[in-house]
């Protein structure tokens, strides 16, 4: 019941229309046609399942509900996949691993640090979350030796994953891995090989028209990324992502995530020790295995000159995470191992306090935010010195926003073609002399830009302060001195 409220709760939180930068190119995509979704994912860094997915709910919701808000049903869309985790959750797991490992993993699904968010952020990551929880699953049927059928939907899954997104897909590669070190630790007969080659197989022939795509995107990736190397930080990063609760208690966060870890390592090298059968060995494999295998290679790349990873890209292996950890915490039902579960239940409460009140503030904010914006006259333009904040104004509004000091992306260019670029203050002159400019200002920076302006006879006034989604920036109407 726990769950379905949770469920019910995460609904309520999706009618609002904040939308942040990467988000922009979920809404965008699902307005276009299936055949330049595939042209203007191969420019990115994206595969486009799930811009399919997207536009495919999209397009069934307004056949219904014509006059509903694009942002909203994009919102559900991305909440659908919690759906299928709990079939899954009622099914396979509870086959398993009993009702009380089922209802702690959902809980722990839509409760750990992190997770919430990742609930209604309209990107890929819980359809990914979704399509590698369910592999899993099949892949433990295999193990558990019911049928060498269910190699069928790792196959449908894994390759719907990987082209969903690319970290997702590493995840799915360390799933095949687990299946290929059982077998032959275990010595299977030929069948169970070749029945796993063949889906290896299947998999390789049905990516190879994406193939070339990816090759283009990862040459564009090693010409410059924004993203910062990885050290050894990077380790002690993944952990705080994984068990940190998102609220604002520093200190208690902070004490629930060090207990959170210390029970899990406890409780599994208990079990280690204790257990030696072959499926809890793969399910120990796959759990600790998968992420670690993402953590690998992304240092891989970053030692190779082309750091490419961020901790949201372990969202999708974390539903193997918190199943592994849920059955940890309600083995053989000892009545001392609900102590075990206080620190993870509050870990909950706080990061959805968190979550709440992360989500609400967004919410009221930009209520005034989308006043100020519709305030904003028709034939004005809008100056941002920050291209996240261009891309979110440009696409809620029709009027052509422009970045300040350098290029909009190509892509951007693309798909949002209201957005625009101003070099330098010369030619921020000449712009107000043919149009009514007002300036988004983001950052401390934007002092530095208005001073610099002056000399150029550009004077400000200041409308206020609005918040964006999650960007904060000052209004300010430009004239000519």
């Not at 891995?177 to 290896?200: E, F, K, M, S």
Request: with cysteine; hydrophobic share 50%.
């Amino acid at each position: 019941m726990s769950a379905i409220s949770l469920f019910i709760f995460f609904v309520t939180q999706c009618f609002s229309n904040d939308i942040w930068y990467d988000e922009v190119y979920s809404m965008v995509m699902s307005s276009c046609s299936y055949r330049e979704i595939v042209e203007i994912t191969a420019k990115d860094v994206h595969p486009p399942f799930y811009y399919f997915y997207l536009k495919t709910i999209e397009k069934i919701a307004l056949f219904f509900m014509p006059a509903f808000s694009k942002v909203i049903i994009a919102k559900i869309a991305t909440l659908l996949p919690y759906i299928g985790i709990g079939i899954y959750s009622m099914t396979l797991v509870r086959k398993h691993f009993g009702i009380k490992s089922a209802g702690m993993f959902l809980l722990f699904i839509m409760a750990m640090p992190q997770l919430p968010f990742y609930a209604l952020e309209i990107r890929m990551y819980s359809l990914a979350l979704f399509l590698i929880t369910a592999a899993f699953l099949h892949a433990y049927e295999i193990i558990c030796g019911n049928s060498r059928k269910h190699f069928i939907p790792v196959f449908i899954y894994g390759i719907l994953t990987a082209y969903t997104q690319y970290f997702a897909c590493i995840a799915i590669v360390g799933v095949y891995l687990a299946l290929l070190l059982y077998g032959i630790r275990n010595r299977r007969q030929n069948n169970y090989l070749r029945t796993w080659g063949i889906c290896v197989g299947l998999s390789v022939v049905s990516y190879l028209p994406w193939l070339p795509i990816l090759k283009e995107q990862m040459s564009a990736v090693a010409g410059g990324y924004w993203i910062e190397p990885m050290s050894i930080r990077s380790i002690f990063g993944c952990l705080k992502f994984i068990f940190l609760p998102v609220s604002y208690d520093f200190i208690i966060d902070y004490i629930l995530a060090v207990c959170m870890i210390l029970i899990c390592a406890g409780v599994f090298l208990y079990y280690l020790r204790k257990d030696h059968t072959d499926k809890w060995h793969f399910f120990a494999f796959s759990a600790i295995g998968i992420p670690t295998l993402i953590i690998v290679v992304s240092f891989v790349f970053s030692i190779a000159g082309h750091p490419i990873f961020v901790y949201r890209y372990l969202v999708p292996a974390l539903g193997i995470v918190w199943l592994f950890i849920a059955v940890l915490l309600t083995r053989e039902g000892k009545r001392w191992q609900i102590l075990l579960w206080i620190p993870f239940l509050l870990a909950g409460y706080f990061n959805l306090k968190g979550f709440y009140v992360e989500e609400n503030k967004k919410i009221e904010q930009m209520e005034l935010t989308q006043e100020a914006l519709t305030e904003l006259p028709k034939d004005a333009v809008i100056v941002a010195n920050f291209d996240h904040v261009q891309a979110v104004t440009a696409y809620y509004l029709e009027q052509d926003v422009y970045l300040y000091g350098n290029e909009t992306l190509p892509l951007v260019e693309k798909i949002l073609p209201n957005t625009k670029s101003v070099p330098d203050g010369k030619e921020l002159a000449k712009l107000l002399q043919t149009k009514d400019v007002y300036f988004f200002g983001s950052f401390t920076a934007r002092e530095e830009l208005l001073q610099e302006w002056e000399e150029y006879g550009i004077a400000s006034e200041e409308r206020g302060s609005y918040l964006l989604e999650r960007y904060w920036f000052n209004l300010y109407h430009l004239e000519e001195k």
